[in-house]
């Protein structure tokens, strides 16, 4: 497993790999130790037994009770890194308790200063001290970590091997106030000093996240107050960017702010800001409260749009961080969605690649950045351009102009196969139309996956089901085009059956089209595939059961008498409707009778009363009908109509705007390749920005002025010509200027209007007013469904669990700490009774003697 002190950042092991991103937790940040200080045998542990520790004058025995009490904590959590089960923390509390039990009893039977300091001064593995194995425990109380001060003071300065300090291992490991106030008080040198890695105590306390608030919050003003906000580690980062990598709570986000406000936009060496890395670990518990913090602030709000050296968004560190993850947990996958979400509302820019970051990620959180208002508004405008609805248009106009081509063609075609005396010319015209068409779909194909290997999302291309149907459509109308092209000699059937095939192709491309344009098409798309994913068990199911029935029947009439008397075709009294009636002496032919009988096609049902095994025969028929043309066929009813429910209601927002993204991503590409290639791509300070502007119904970007110059004038005319209709403008003008305006009215009725919409349409949309544009394409939100309402309050349910939890987890640990507390007291009570009671036995002692004598 990576570590930072191994070479690598945090930010570094959060990057593209999930592995490492699941491992970014602060238990990892002690592997190190754990391994130092357990390759050597030779150790302090089997010095001398427990019940001598306490009378021992070997200094050396404090540090074999630290290092027994290391190695067990080390045995007990492993190198997963899993989180510990219930028993297992409460076995933890007690080998603490345990630990600094054994260590107060060595310190009182050891109270002068010379045995204390000795003992302090004794280094081990990694040239650790006493201290520092103190403070690699979880919350060392704070008087011992003070009776070890006091004792030796210059310890609390020194350094390992690692250039650690003890206030690294206490931060690191968690510690309360007051041990932290008395390691700062007596070295406050070391709020700043940095290890070998660059990394302040205050590095690794931005990792943490299982503390109290109250605790984290007293800690972090405590370490923060001296500048260590400031210092980066060697991969240039500070402690915010170590806070956001790991997720801690808000409230140490807001100390680090406060005191160094520009760690909110601040970069590390591989230009990453707070906002990369929260996104990048967003399956993180705390992430999406630091994703929230980050957004409240302007200043971390406009990182959402700030590109990495590799030129990555946070959104594109997201989609790579999820590659080849799958997050199994629900918990899991509601961070990353709430992340995402939350991402979305800030509204960042709709730059050239934003759009291909999004089809980058995993299907089931692309379904949370469709369904956004923003994503909506930025497919909507998108749609509404010139290019788009152009492309849009003429890949409808040349689907059409296939399909009546190739139907002719081949029909004209086929004819000639059969009649060759015929004329083969009347073809000739629809095949170049074949040959336009399917060049139009070639070339467009091209240059979009040239635009996606510019932008570096090919993947997107090679994953999308809808590019494989054209390129099957392109090869289809290319082949059969070449075919009726030329004079070598064709298979008659395999021509008109591929003939059949290839038009069936082309019909489905137009479903796929339509699905790309109009809600109710994708939903009617959606639904079907939906409906077949939910028919495998049923269809299988099925598949047997027609099998079963059609070997039974099969099995009852073969080699009987129904079979062997049965006329051939080629006899004189043949009889085909007789021949139907006992259609079970193949297999094959039982197969197919079988399942005609589950579409409807009973029949005479008198058919199974004739011959020595017609008892069998009706058993097996009224079985059949029972199971299969009743019972499986009203199931099937049911899963189809249950399942389109299901898309129609709670995904058909989902559906479309998914469709929708595949094919804006697809124009933004080509117009991006096609800008780069033609060398009139300018570079601007900031990617594409939509926005609202004033008066305007239609979505436009910051460039709108630069670009949109003839929309404005098409737009600004449609409007003149739409106040014409205006039922207030008459509201107080003469008969004439009535007169007058009817007239206008009846020209633009007649011949304005119309001639502009056929001039628009016979341009592929280009001059038509903006307007008409968003009046076919663009689509508005869909209307929420009562069971995503449902859905909202138990996510709410949901929070409100989460926060009762907790609630809990919080009381549990104040308790937790009281109890600690207690038993503290009741050692030093034991403590101050031996105490009391040594001294009374040596009183006893004194008294006897002086009587003696």
Known sequence: MSRPYDGQTPAEQATFAREELMHLDEESMMDDYNDDETENNQSFLNLLPEDDEAGNDDPAQLFAILEDAINQTAKQTGDTGR???????????????????????????HPQVEQRQAAAFIRGQADATALHLMCKLHNPPDDIIQAIVDSAVD????????????????????????????????????????????????????????????????????????????????????????????????AVLEVLAQVYPASLTAKENKGRTPMHLAMVNAHRDASPNVIHFLLEYAESRATVNVRDQDGYLPLHLLALGLKGYTADESTKRSNVSACLSMYMDAEPQAAADFLTAIQDLPDWLQDTAVVSKHVRNVLNYKIVQPFPTSILMLDGYFLIVLIVCFAFSTKYYIDFLFEPESNKTDIDIYIVFLFIGASYFLMRELVQVASLVSLGSFSSWWSDAANWLDVGVITMVYYYAICMSMDSPVDRNLFRSGAAFGQGILYVAVIVYLKSTYVDFAVFVGGVLYVVQRLTAFLTAVGVIL???????????????????????DDLN????????????????SLLRVY?????????????????????????????????????????????????????????????????????????????GAQRRLGCFRKRKTPMQVEEIPNAPGLVSDDYNDR?????????????????????????????????????????????????????????GWLWPPQVREALFCQKGTTTS????????????????????????????EMTSDRDEMIRMKLEVEGVQAEVLSDLIQVRELITSLLGT
């Not at 099998?547 to 075709?569: H, K, S």
């Not at 009973?602 to 028929?621: C, F, W």
């Not at 403008?729 to 001639?755: G, M, T």
């Not at 009562?786 to 640990?813: A, F, G, P, W, Y």
């Open 155 to 250: 310890v609390v300065s020194w350094t390992d091997a690692h250039g650690w300090l003890p206030l690294h291992h206490a931060c690191a490991n968690g510690v309360s106030p007051e041990t932290m106030k008395v390691l700062v008080d007596a070295y406050p040198a070391g709020k700043l000093q940095q290890d070998n890695m660059r990394r302040t105590p205050l590095h690794f306390y931005a990792t943490r996240n299982s503390d109290s608030t109250v605790i984290m919050t007293t800690n972090t003003e405590l370490l923060a107050d001296d500048g260590a906000a400031e210092l980066t580690d060697r991969g240039g980062m500070l402690p915010m960017h170590y806070a956001c990598a790991y997720g801690t709570d808000p």
């Open 547 to 569: 099998l079963a029935f059609a070997q039974m029947f099969y099995f009852i009439y073969v080699d009987g008498e129904m079979c062997t008397n049965r006329l051939q075709p």
């Open 708 to 764: 949109n110059g003839s929309s404005d004038f098409f737009r600004y005319g449609w409007q003149q010509v739409m106040l014409l209709f205006d039922a207030n403008l008459y509201e107080e003008i003469d008969p004439i200027e009535s007169l007058v305006y009817n007239i206008f009215r009846i020209a633009c009725i007649v011949f304005v209007i119309p001639l502009w919409l056929i001039m628009g349409a016979a341009t592929a």
């Open 596 to 672: 005609s009988m589950m579409m409807g096609e009973i029949g005479d049902e008198k058919r199974y009363s004739a011959g020595p095994t017609s008892l069998v025969a009706q058993i097996l028929y009224v079985g059949y009908a029972f199971l299969v043309v009743i019972l499986l066929s009203n199931v099937l009813i049911a899963i189809v109509t249950d399942s389109y429910e299901i898309i129609q209601n709670d995904r058909a927002a989902i559906v479309f705007w998914t469709n929708r993204l595949d094919f804006v991503a697809e124009m933004d590409a080509i117009t991006y």
């Open 786 to 813: 009562r069971s995503e309402i449902e859905r909202k309050k138990l996510e709410q349910l949901r929070t409100i669990q989460t926060d009762l939890t907790s609630l809990k987890s919080d009381i549990v640990r």
């Open 574 to 589: 043949y009889d085909a409707d007789l021949d139907c009636r006992f259609s079970h002496c193949s297999f094959e032919e």
């Open 83 to 109: 989180a510990l089960t219930a028993v297992e923390q409460q076995q933890k509390r007690e080998n603490a308790e345990h630990t600094w039990d054994r260590v107060r009893r060595w310190m009182w039977a």
